[in-house]
């Protein structure tokens, strides 16, 4: 039972970071849009850089792109607080406990796909987000695939037969 809640408790605690994510992009939208500006821009990389051709000067893109970000991270709370509740509900019974999973592991392969390809793939290399000294997320974004990669790990496992 206690492998089972602390399963719970870890896909919660993804919703609860992913929730405050979303709230912060939208309650200071301003300052967070400024980074995307940046990273489409690419006018804090290497001056002179070759890959400058990538760059999005257009602000209709940038808020777009913003918007995604925003509904990602909030489709990935609400995936992983219905995902924990479904599974809180059926922690009794090690059937249902399997099927419930479903939600949260929904909810982790989207925030891992979010900050993996989004941040790291897209922002970070393909707009040479690592070049920047002030637009540079990808390394809170390898903390957040590692994180959300083995609790879907976790989560994933076999759950003991006996509940307590």
Not at 53 to 79: K, N
Not at 90 to 108: E, M, N, P, W, Y
């Amino acid at each position: 039972m206690y492998t089972r809640l602390s399963k719970i408790a870890l896909v919660w605690a993804v919703a609860f970071f992913a929730t405050l994510a979303a709230f912060s992009n939208v309650a200071d939208y301003g300052s967070n849009f400024t980074v995307i500006g940046h990273v489409l821009k690419m006018d804090t990389t290497f001056p002179d850089n070759n890959g400058m051709w990538r760059a999005i000067e257009a602000a209709w893109v940038h808020h777009l792109v913003f918007y995604l970000i925003i509904f990602i991270e909030a489709a990935v709370a609400v995936y992983c607080w219905l995902g924990g509740f479904y599974l809180y509900k059926s922690r009794h019974d090690l059937v249902q406990f399997r099927q419930a999973k479903k939600l949260a592991i929904l909810g982790l392969t989207l925030g891992i796909l979010l900050w993996l390809v989004g941040f790291m793939a897209i922002g970070g290399e393909w707009f040479l987000m690592w070049q920047s000294q002030v637009a540079n997320g990808q390394q809170a974004a390898f903390r957040l695939v590692v994180i959300m990669s083995v609790i879907l790990i976790y989560l994933i496992q076999p759950d003991e037969e006996k509940s307590i």
